[in-house]
């Protein structure tokens, strides 16, 4: 029995889950080719991201940074970020390019949650995959840059937590919640996110020089 909205929150995402993954990963072993059933596979995909950030909205509630948080290095959280990406959306690779020519990135430490941390990346990317048509990734010592030409922007916003709810290129309507965890994680981590819109290309800035070590 839940007796208040987190304990509800907790059981509609582990029963979620619980039911949804095996799904998933049943269709993408069975029929990896199959159109209809890599779009099914891909709604499964955002149902558990809206679990997730469901989930994490209460976690954060009661997210104490002092206690919770590591040191660990840049480049593996955009290693299981990465990899979260293709493995539940099947990304091709060729839309994501990492810019790390100097190597920095495997250089580059930092000290936080590193669960809130891969949340918020992870956000903005799968943000920028369902309604953008490529995306670059920049990294130096204290910015991360996300580049990506927009389908449709529609009307003109100076900010991408301006933009209204919409559907994305695969016909599925967003639920706004996952932008709404990015600007409560980057408010609890310290972390200062921009954005700039210019015509079709947007730029998403996260300056995470207060968390470098």
């Known amino acids: 029995m839940c007796f208040n909205s987190n304990d509800l929150i907790r ?35 955002v149902c558990l991201d809206l679990l997730c950030n469901s989930r994490i909205m209460v976690f954060l509630d009661k997210f104490d940074e002092k206690s919770q948080k590591e040191v660990f290095p840049l480049c593996k959280s955009f290693k299981s970020v990465n ?26 430490s930092i000290s936080t949650n590193k669960r809130l941390f891969d949340t ?25 840059i996300i580049r990506n030409e927009l389908i449709n922007i529609g009307e003109r916003y100076s900010s991408v937590f301006e933009f209204p709810v919409k559907t994305d290129r695969f016909g599925v309507s967003g639920s706004g919640l996952g932008l709404k965890v990015v600007r409560r994680i980057a408010e609890k981590l310290g972390i ?9 290309n947007i730029s998403v800035t996260i300056n995470y020089d207060h968390i470098v070590v």
């Open 192 to 200: 200062k996110i921009t954005s700039s819109i210019a015509k079709k």
């Open 11 to 45: 059981k509609i995402y582990h029963d979620g889950v619980n039911f949804l993954n095996p799904i998933r990963e049943i269709i993408k072993l069975r029929f990896l080719n199959d159109e209809i059933t890599m779009q099914m596979c891909y709604n499964i995909s």
């Open 83 to 108: 990899s979260d990406l293709m493995n539940n959306y099947l990304v091709n690779k060729e839309f994501l390019t990492i810019d790390d020519s100097d190597g920095k990135m495997k250089n580059i």
């Open 120 to 144: 918020l990346l992870y956000n903005l990317m799968v943000n920028a995959y369902r309604h953008g048509r490529s995306m670059e990734i920049n990294i130096s010592d204290n910015l991360i």
